[in-house]
């Protein structure tokens, strides 16, 4: 157990409906990530947060993907209007500081099935 | 563009032999390198890193190369153990954006009892 939860573990949805993940981070641990990994695949970027300021977010979060962390503590990723392609491993991470040599704590991810 | 890519998907050894996980990178630009050991089930976990200042930086049982001539990244393991059974990802961030880890696609490491 790395100190960084997060609910649901697995999720399965209909194409079109929204979806919400939570991640807790390791708790005096100012950065999040967000990560979506597909299978046999590395984790992509997604989006970061330093405190509760959104600071980057790739290309691969369309207008679909919203995330939030509104307390600078937990945080939540929302898919709205799910489609086949979302179908995947989503991960969170948190870390204490900026920089390079600076540890990131994964959690075990919400598998997220769209059928 | 910035791609992270690895030699080969799995490797098999036999326990306690040493194991050798390659990467190459394309991104010049990157100057911070991470490998990751996935196991299955569980989020990637931090093993060791290097900058790119630096051509060798060794841990317990693991020793990260770095040949920045030619784009090389290596995860050395020795004594391969059951429990290092797992996928292995090589990493790298640029100074502009340590927070974006840029992920390679993995090798499966199996280890033979």
């Known amino acids: 157990d790395t100190g960084v939860s997060q609910d649901p573990r697995h999720k399965i949805t209909k194409r079109g409906q929204n979806v919400t993940f939570r991640c807790d981070p390791i708790?005096?641990?100012?950065?999040l990530y967000w990560y979506r990994q597909t299978l046999g695949q590395g984790p992509e970027f997604l989006t970061y947060?330093?405190?509760?300021?959104?600071?980057?977010k790739s290309r691969l979060l369309s207008d679909r993907f919203s995330a939030e962390r509104p307390k600078g503590s937990f945080s939540t990723l929302e898919i709205q209007r799910t489609e086949q392609g979302d179908s995947a491993m989503y991960l969170c991470?948190?870390?204490?500081?900026?920089?390079?040599?600076?540890?990131?704590?994964f959690g075990q991810g919400t598998r997220l099935t769209v059928v | 563009g910035e791609s992270v890519g690895l030699h080969l998907p799995t490797l098999s050894v036999q326990e306690g032999d040493n194991s050798i996980i390659n990467c190459a990178y394309s991104?010049?630009?990157?100057?911070?390198f991470i490998w990751y050991k996935q196991e299955s089930g569980k989020g990637p976990q931090f093993i060791i890193d290097?900058?790119?200042?630096?051509d060798k930086r060794q841990g317990q049982r693991v020793t990260v190369l770095l040949n920045k001539t030619v784009k090389h990244l290596s995860l050395q393991i020795a004594a391969t153990q059951p429990g290092d059974s797992a996928v292995y990802f090589c990493?790298?961030?640029?100074?502009?954006?340590?927070?974006?880890?840029?992920f390679g696609p993995g090798t499966s490491l199996s280890v033979i009892p």
């Open positions: 991470a948190s870390s204490l500081s900026q920089g390079a040599g600076t540890e990131a704590f």
């Open positions: 708790s005096e641990h100012n950065r």
């Open positions: 947060f330093q405190n509760e300021a959104q600071l980057e």
């Open positions: 991104n010049s630009a990157s100057d911070y």
């Open positions: 290097i900058r790119s200042n630096m």
């Open positions: 990493a790298e961030t640029k100074k502009t954006s340590y927070d974006k880890v840029i």
